[in-house]
């Protein structure tokens, strides 16, 4: 069992004891002395749960002293959030005279029995945890005196949670060379090889498979390329979906077994293909026969690499010349790893911690996993006493597997900070190999409460990115998906799920195709799949763990459900699952939500993205703690709740896709904690109907909007300077992305705008990284588009009347520029060509200085870049244009140029292209670049494309 979630749960028992409203509250009721003695309780509890946790491995009356301890922890943080949450509904009813209106409120007969009731179950939990603590002194817990087991401390680094990249891999050249040998080698008997590298956990087996298949030489050699990543579910159906998904880029849409091999075998045919199958565990001879089988057909040379820990799986997959095992890391390498890890950032290395270090590195055997984290345990630890602690006392058999775990795993867990072990025993309810996405993680921690800040202008959001970072600094995180900088998705090392998997047995459970591992008494449960009929069929054992606070598929979302979800089944489920404070049904193809969600006092976390709903119930505006709703993809959705301004603590609101919605609903302005608003839909109906919004004047205030936002319908909008100008997008100093669409495809009803002013008030704030403006009707753009000084994306299209575009040539910091679909537009800039070759002149970097990529596309009367050319004075300008220095794009690499017939005239150069895309275009733009040779360079040098 493992002390992290209850340490949480503790930790946010003392915050909420320890708020104005409860201890207001408290006073009110009569309760306040209570509520004092559990708090002093819960913290007297909460600073002994590290000494319980390390005896109960040994002592079974301090384990079952904690599964105690564990229930009422959890019934009391139930109770006080249900004391909270029936005065926060009244607050919400009522308004905002908080005192006043309590006492009102318990003033009545019906509400007195409640407080009374209340009161004697807050008197009841009280004494259950001084009972509590009374065992504890008799069990002699406290605190373990180890003055050299110090606080984790906070080194100053070179930048905040900064880490060492998984593409950097140290000392495995000798075997990337041997791997390599054996991929290139020809002189084979048959055409497919298949080729073993087998190891202990933790070795790098995965990593030395990707630094081999990422090797431009490998890459070079090989037609075709996959991945497959097999784990311990060895289903050859699915293997092989697997495998064409990697090879096409799509999913096979539930094909049966005979086709999928006819597929497979269309695409290997004759082909010299590479194919990785990572982390086999399938001991099975005939199964893998039946996948070798299916991949025989390549042309000669193909090779198949097979990574996995046990040596029957070499001896059954691959002849022992292509068995290659894999040792560790040698000593100097092993630490040279452990001082990076252990010392990043200092110039200078205590020589005794450095001699300590070089004993400890030689312990972990050259396991790189165990070198890594033990690496960022001793980098909070500063003095030779702290290392030798370490080395000597907690360092015994490193790699020897115990119970499974390798101890210096469990060491790097239990060094953690307690706010960081919740926060990662958590992650075991995903399954293995899954890729997790960070947001919705993080939306969970805060969900279960695992995230407090004391400081209350210091988002939650963001101090639960900092724990991520920390996490995945420490080596608990690895294999990131980065998206335009930010790290969006990451899996866990197998190692790592099973160290999550055993500090959090007794609180989360993973549930495979058996109901019968759920244990009553477990607080978090997920599903690695989204069977409705497993729903139905063993509803009876589900509920019977009606204490859960989490209920979440961790599935592939791109995996379909083929039946719905039945009315009955939904209702038993939620009305089972009080407790709740996250609660995932997507893609479920639920048609009707019951009523009875809106008795789900404690959810702040609701997923039914991708399901059928029409109608949301308007009970769901009940859910006052409520702040993550996602509705993306419910493409039936026709409307949002009426009184979705109920739901004040709504932070997180997806609705993006849902393309049936007619409205934004009134009232939508007065959730002021909103962060998140991915669509706005103006109404095409009368602005002062009581059944619809408000008009944009519901975003004036919501200025705590973050990420993206989608406005459409625009062209609908009656009063465009003043709603617009309501709609105050230029205080929303925290909008990275923004999608501005006028025209409703195919609608002819809507209003078009020659009038500049208009657009001029949509004026977005200056953090704006990407912005999309289709479907504007105006004849010119606003001018402040040319201020957007830190955007990078922008998407110009579809905008038929526009005759005029601002200059962007010294947008600093654009990389992406889309202009397509203006029929109007006859040339780039409305300026002269001098200004612009003036500003390249006197300094290179102001023109597009950025600029990568450029797609120029479906614009039928464009004629010039500007309007005012040279070529336009005269026959003496003409015969010596082609010495002018025009302007070049200094870092365009990929040009997309088509349908742009009239193009004829000068534009600006783009000598150091790579990719180029033409077609019904003319070539004098290219023309004049092949022209402009230079004596340091030949223009196109690098330009590897040309259609």
């Known amino acids: 069992m493992g002390d992290g979630i209850l340490y949480g749960v503790a930790q946010k028992i003392i915050e909420s004891l320890g708020s104005s409203t409860l201890k207001q509250i408290g006073s009110i009721w009569g309760v306040k002395d209570e509520l004092e003695k559990m708090n002093n309780t819960v913290l007297t509890i909460q600073a002994v749960l590290q000494d319980a946790e390390e005896q109960q491995v040994e002592n079974h009356h ?355 900070p307690s706010y960081l072990k919740c926060c990662f025993a958590y992650c075991s309810l995903f399954p293995k190999d ?202 039936n959705l026709k409307e949002l709740p009426i009184d979705i301004k109920k739901l004040v603590s709504l932070k997180y609101l997806d609705i993006n896709g849902c393309k049936n919605l007619t409205h934004m609903p009134r009232g939508l302005g007065k959730l002021t904690s909103l962060q998140t608003l991915t669509l706005f839909v103006v109404s095409k109906g009368l602005v002062n109907s009581s059944k619809l919004c408000n008009g944009l004047v519901e975003l004036n205030t919501l200025n705590d909007l973050r990420g993206k936002i989608k406005i459409i319908n625009l062209a609908w909008v009656k009063d465009a300077i003043s709603e617009f100008k309501a709609a105050n997008l230029k205080e929303k100093q925290y909008l990275s992305e923004l999608e501005l669409r006028w025209n409703p495809e195919g609608d002819d009803g809507a209003i078009a705008y020659d009038d500049k002013n208009s657009i001029d008030n949509l004026q977005p704030p200056e953090s704006l990284k990407l912005l999309v403006e289709d479907g504007y009707m105006g004849v010119r753009f606003s001018s402040w588009l040319s201020f957007l000084t830190n955007l990078v994306k922008l998407n110009i299209g579809n905008c038929k009347k526009c005759q005029y575009l601002p200059p962007l040539y010294q947008l600093p910091s654009l990389q992406q520029l889309h202009i397509r679909e203006m029929y109007g537009v006859e040339y780039m800039t409305d300026g002269d060509i001098n200004n612009e070759i003036s500003a390249s002149l006197a300094s290179p970097s102001t023109f597009f200085p950025s600029l990568e990529r450029f797609y120029l596309e479906n614009c039928p009367n464009l004629k010039g870049w500007w309007r005012r050319d040279i070529v336009d004075k005269g026959k003496e300008a003409t015969a010596t244009s082609t010495t002018i220095p025009l302007p070049s794009f200094p870092g365009l690499s990929f040009f997309s140029f088509w349908d742009c017939p009239k193009m004829t005239t000068w534009m600006p150069l783009f000598p150091n292209l790579e990719g180029l895309y033409m077609i019904n275009t003319s070539w004098k733009p290219l023309e004049q670049t092949i022209e402009m040779n230079t004596a340091s360079s030949s223009p196109l040098s690098k330009l590897r494309i040309c259609i």
């Open 434 to 635: 899954y890729l997790i996405d960070k947001l919705t993680l993080i939306q969970l921690w805060i969900a279960q409460g695992f995230i407090q800040s004391l400081e209350k202008n210091k988002q939650l959001e963001d101090i639960a990115n900092n724990y991520f970072m920390d996490l995945h600094w420490r080596s608990f995180f690895q294999e990131v998906e980065e998206d335009e900088g930010m790290y969006t998705k990451f899996k866990m090392h197998d190692l790592i799920h099973d160290l999550a998997l055993s500090v959090s047995k007794s609180e989360c459970t993973l549930v495979d195709s058996n109901a019968n591992n759920v244990n009553e008494k477990v607080r978090h449960l997920s599903f690695s799949f989204a069977n409705v009929s497993f729903f139905r069929e063993n509803l009876s054992t589900l509920v019977r763990a009606n204490k859960i606070r989490t209920f979440i598929l961790a599935c592939d979302p791109r995996v379909g459900v083929r039946e719905t979800v039945e009315e009955s089944t939904l209702k038993t489920l939620i009305s089972s699952f009080r407790y709740l404070r996250a609660l995932d049904l997507h893609g479920l193809k639920i048609n009707i939500l019951s009523n009875i969600i809106g008795t789900l006092m404690h959810l702040k976390y609701l997923d039914l993205s991708s399901n059928d709903i029409e109608v949301l119930p308007n009970s769901i505006t009940k859910l006052v703690n409520l702040q993550i709703l996602k509705l993306s993809m419910c493409v």
């Open 62 to 416: 301090v384990k079952h002293w904690l599964m105690k301890l564990r229930e009422v922890v959890f019934d009391a943080d139930d109770l006080l959030g249900e004391f909270s949450t029936h005065v926060f509904r009244q607050k919400v009813m009522d308004g905002d005279k908080m005192a006043k209106k309590v006492r009102i409120f318990f003033s009545r007969s019906n509400q007195l029995v409640f407080s009374l009731k209340m009161a004697s179950k807050i008197k009841a939990t009280r004494e259950r945890l001084n009972e509590i603590a009374t065992d504890w002194k008799n069990f002699h817990l406290e605190l373990v005196e180890r003055p050299l087991k110090t606080q984790d401390v906070t080194r100053d680094r070179i930048q905040t949670h900064s880490y060492i990249g998984e593409e950097e891999v140290i000392g495995r050249e000798e075997d990337r060379k041997a791997i390599i040998d054996l991929l290139l080698d020809f002189d084979v008997k048959d055409n497919v090889s298949f080729i073993c590298i087998v190891g202990i956990g933790g070795l790098g087996k995965t990593t030395l498979a990707q630094y081999v298949s990422n090797d431009k030489i490998v890459q070079d050699y090989f037609e075709l390329k996959m991945w497959v990543c097999v784990s311990d579910d060895f289903d050859v159906k699915k293997i092989v979906e697997k495998i064409i998904e990697s090879a096409t880029k799509r999913k096979p849409e539930n094909l049966e077994m005979d086709l999928l091999q006819n597929e497979l075998r269309e695409h290997l045919n004759k082909k010299k293909y590479l194919l990785v199958l990572d982390d086999i565990w399938n001991e099975d001879v005939e199964k893998w026969c039946n996948l070798k089988r299916l991949l025989i057909g390549g042309a000669k040379g193909s090779k198949v690499v097979i990574t996995s820990r046990t040596k029957l799986v070499a001896k059954i997959t691959s002849t022992i010349k292509l068995q290659y095992v894999l040792s560790g890391l040698p000593k100097d390498q092993s630490w040279f790893l452990l001082k990076r890890m252990a010392f990043e950032g200092q110039d200078t290395i205590d020589p005794d911690l450095e001699a300590i270090g070089m004993n400890i590195a030689e312990k972990c055997q050259g396991v790189p996993l165990a070198i890594k984290t033990i690496g960022r345990v001793l980098y909070f630890r500063t003095t030779k006493a702290e290392w030798s602690y370490i080395k000597n006392n907690e360092l015994t058999n490193v790699t020897q597997l115990k119970n499974g775990i390798i101890p210096a795993l469990k060491l790097s867990y239990d060094h953690l």
